[in-house]
């Protein structure tokens, strides 16, 4: 990894400078561009990080992106999207110059003016506070973007029973599966698309149609379809647990074959600082595999028609935003 020069500054930076960067901006729905753009001004405990590879989110990232989303905090247009980013640390203040050099994961950022951050880190430049940058081994490279949703899948498993079915074969399924697998588990995967059957390692992907018998005791969903829980309540053992991790508008069900079975239903939410943390310590050590999910490159210019990729082509596991390439 080649790294630019990083710079110090002394005391506090409000009022001395401005930072410039281009970002990619959803104006509104199917409509994204790069644009130019000036950053707050950094705080004297800010970072300002040169992004390297930010990653598209196929779950709320895609609501967004469509309009489909429901309300949501801080929801409106313009936004800058993204909360998987990892870059350089190139300038920061007195008490954080140690910081220099950092190559950081960053989950979002709120430093473009009236223009929304939401969640703000798909921008060649990003203004974080110290905290939100997570110091990663440089090893990971671009791989690093895959650590919130690492942190996702482990928030939904982590202390809880690990699934015998996951429905989804995208990278959270993928994850969810690989988490099971060190935890001593065996899952079955349902995945529809043929060409996301292959890559799995001590599990078994299966078109859900040929799964003729199985009952499981505990269901995990990384499909985010909103119509699946007639399916996967019939599929329950009695007493059994869905968890719900993926990302819905509105979900339903028939209530009669839940209340004979005494279905559980749990959310998995937003991964928390701890999450990410322990999914950083087990990707550096090599017992959570981040190969083979990253399957698309694209630079910033060409950030209009990514978005259409991530989205549309089932081949596409996860697309990631080039900010090297110009």
Known sequence: MTYIKASAVTGGWRGERSVQAEAIIIREPKRVDLSAVTLNDPAAEDLVVETRFSGISTGTEKLFWSGEMPPFPGMGYPLVPGYESVGLVVEAGEKNRHRLGDFVFVPGANCYGAIRGLFGASASRIVVPEGRALTIDPALGERGVLLALAATAFHASADHQQPDLIVGHGVVGRLLARIAVFCGA?????????????????????????????????????SGDAAVLDTLISRLLPGGEIVLAGFYDRLGFAFAPAFMREARIRIAAQWQPSDLLAVKIAAESGALSLDGLITHHVPAADAATAYATAFSNADCLKLLIDWSVS
Do not use: F, L
């Open 186 to 222: 065996t899952p079955v995967v349902w995945e529809t698309s043929p060409s996301r059957r292959q890559g799995a390692v001590g599990y078994r992907v299966i078109d859900p149609a040929e799964d003729t018998a199985g009952k499981y005791q505990t269901i995990y969903d990384a």
